[in-house]
Every structure is written in structure tokens, then in C-alpha cells.
């Protein structure tokens, strides 16, 4: 089959050598032609999983059009900021009904929406759409470290597609049809990473850590529940064990980023200094329009936006977690 992977970061690159290892002809799209040149010439992604050879059936190109041309199926990988942008070069230049998989993990700044909503506002209603998402490290993926995902979607077939397409014996595919539930689970968990990081940075230990994963799951499930997903979804692939991974691995940009942040680094410095996009430097602000919406408290989200974006003192925001007021664990 051919399928084409929009977006060369460290997961679409993971992605498509998963795919190339299922023995599918990939097209790689990066958005530097030069990026594009040293993955084809050299089998090796120069930015990012540097040290992974990729397999000879990834063909990589700054072209959309020709990264899309004849692909029976799309997975789009780009940072969830891109998501609208991408979707508006995608259109017409694929087939009505060929499949897509979003693997971006955001909520889009402003309108609050899923990145699933973008496209169909984008794209239009009935395309056949999915999203992927779980406790998936790209650094440990490429290498086929056994793994385990989620994809989502409205359609069951669509599902079942997308879960023989990407499934091999070291990356076993679930299926779910709480779309939203998925994709909220994938924004949020970011949030509570980087609160992890900033944590451990101020020298906190592993009694502290379980307590922001715990409580940054119920926060998880209560805003999953009142936009109308499936509460049980935080307590899979998608929630649980993302929110493990992300939270406890050295592999995490999110974490490593709120140790840099207990430290004092900036996000567009650690964003440079690293080439790696912070999801959840974004998510924790475009989460509040969810908050909002549903009329849902996030203390810990509303506490790690203060700290990147509005120069808080990491020290004095423990202190504001720490002295609210006590309420039931399940409320």
C-alpha cells in the first residue's frame, strides 16, 4: 500500500519507518527540501532520531502534492499548531474518500477545537477521519521496542483500517470510537508532564509526581466527561498510559522542559536550543477556552499556564496548589 506520512518530525519518522516495516511504500513529507534530500540520499532523518537507519521504502519530499499523489492512506504528524494550515494544503490534492489518521496532540488556539474538527471544518463533513494516540515514544518506536496505541473514530471501519495498517508485533494497535475523549486525553497529558518536570526541577520527589499524575488525571476525566467523551478513556492507552510515559521518561520534551522551566529557561529558548515543539506549552492555554466552555476547574492547568506564559514563580505556584481548599478525591 501506499501511504503517505505528512509531517518528518521524530513521530511522523517513527511512523512511516513503522509503516515501511509493515512493508508499505511510504512518502514522507517534510517542510524543508533540503531535509527532505539527506533523508533520501543518506536513509536518515539529520533533525531528529538521528541515529535510526530508515528503511529504503521511505521516499521523502518538500512536494505535498506529491507526497499525496496516489496514497491510499494519509497519516498527518505535523505539531498541532500547523493543524488548520496543513489541512487547507491537503485540500484537493486527495481523494474524497481516502483515509486519514491525525497523530498531532493539541487543541487549536482560539476556537478550542480538536484537530479532528479542524479537518472536517477544512475538508468537509464525511471523510473518513481517525486519530492515534498513546504511550508512544518515537525514540523507542523506531527502534521497535514493543508498544502499544489507540486509534479512534466515529467510523468502525475506518478504525479497523487503521488498526491492520500500523499493527505489527512490536506496535499493537487498539481501536475506540470516543474520538474526543482520545484526542483531550492526548492534549492534556502534555500539561500535566510538563507540571511533573517543574516538580522534580524544584527538587520534589516521586510522592509529589504520583500526586500531580493522579490529580492531573481527574482534571483529565472531568473535562473529558462534561465535553462529552467517555470518562473510561482516561484510564487507557490514550490517558493512563500516555500520561505515564510522558510524565516519567527521559524521552519527554514536555517534562524536560518543565525542569528546564524550574530552572529559568524560556520556552522559545528550550524550543531552539532543543528543535523540538512543547505540545503542551500550547495546550495549557487553549485548554482554558475548554475550561471555559464547560465550566470545568483545572488547577494544575491553570497553574503550569501561569508559569510559562505569565512569568510566575514556580516555588509560590506550588504553594497556591498546595493550600486550596480539601475536597472528596471523586467530586
Known amino acids: 500500500m501506499n501511504v503517505a506520512v505528512i509531517g518528518a518530525g521524530s513521530w511522523g519518522t517513527a511512523l512511516a519507518q513503522i509503516l515501511a516495516e509493515g512493508g508499505h511504500d511510504v512518502r514522507l513529507w517534510a517542510r524543508r ?23 529504503a521504502h521511505i521516499m521523502a519530499t ?6 499525496l499523489s496516489g496514497a491510499s492512506a494519509v497519516a498527518v504528524v505535523t505539531p498541532s499548531k500547523y493543524v488548520r494550515d496543513t489541512a487547507q494544503q491537503m485540500l484537493g490534492l486527495i481523494g474524497y474518500d481516502t483515509p486519514i489518521v491525525l497523530c498531532m496532540k493539541g487543541v487549536e488556539a482560539g476556537t478550542g477545537m ?9 475538508l468537509g463533513p464525511g471523510k473518513p477521519l481517525a486519530v492515534l494516540s498513546g504511550p508512544n515514544h518515537a525514540e523507542e518506536c523506531v527502534r521497535f521496542v514493543p508498544a502499544a496505541t489507540v486509534v479512534a473514530s466515529d467510523d468502525t471501519d475506518v478504525a479497523l483500517f487503521f488498526q491492520e495498517l500500523f499493527s505489527s508485533p512490536a506496535f499493537r494497535v ?17 500539561v500535566i508532564a510538563i507540571a511533573i518536570g517543574v516538580s522534580y526541577g524544584l ?8 500526586m500531580l499524575m493522579t490529580r492531573g488525571q481527574a482534571e483529565m476525566s472531568r473535562l473529558v466527561a462534561a465535553a462529552g467523551g467517555n470518562p473510561m478513556t482516561c484510564m487507557g492507552l490514550a490517558g493512563t498510559g500516555d500520561l505515564i510515559a510522558t510524565c516519567m521518561s527521559r524521552h519527554s520534551r514536555n517534562r524536560t522542559f518543565g ?20 505540545e503542551g506549552a500550547r495546550a495549557c492555554k487553549t485548554l482554558a477556552t475548554l475550561s471555559i466552555r464547560y465550566d470545568v476547574e483545572l488547577p494544575i492547568t491553570d497553574v503550569v499556564r501561569s508559569l510559562v506564559w ?3 514563580d514556580p ?9 486550596r481548599s480539601l475536597k472528596p478525591e471523586f467530586y
Request: aromatic content about 8%; glycine content about 8%; proline content about 2%.
Open 203 to 210: 527538587g520534589f520527589g516521586d510522592n509529589t509526581a504520583a
Open 315 to 323: 516555588r509560590e505556584a506550588a504553594s497556591m496548589l498546595a493550600f
Open 259 to 278: 525542569e528546564a522551566l524550574a530552572g529559568g529557561e524560556a520556552i522559545d529558548h528550550y524550543e531552539a536550543r532543543t528543535h523540538m515543539v512543547v
Open 310 to 312: 505569565e512569568g510566575a
Open 33 to 55: 527540501g533540503e531535509l527532505a534530500r539527506t533523508i533520501n540520499e543518506e536513509h536518515r532523518n539529520p533533525d531528529y532520531l538521528t541515529d535510526a537507519t530508515l528503511s
Open 62 to 67: 518538500s512536494d505535498m502534492g506529491e507526497a
Open 114 to 122: 480538536l484537530p479532528i474538527e479542524v479537518f472536517r471544518d477544512e
Open 174 to 190: 487498539y481501536t475506540s470510537d470516543d474520538v474526543l475523549g482520545v484526542e483531550l486525553c492526548a492534549a492534556f497529558k502534555n
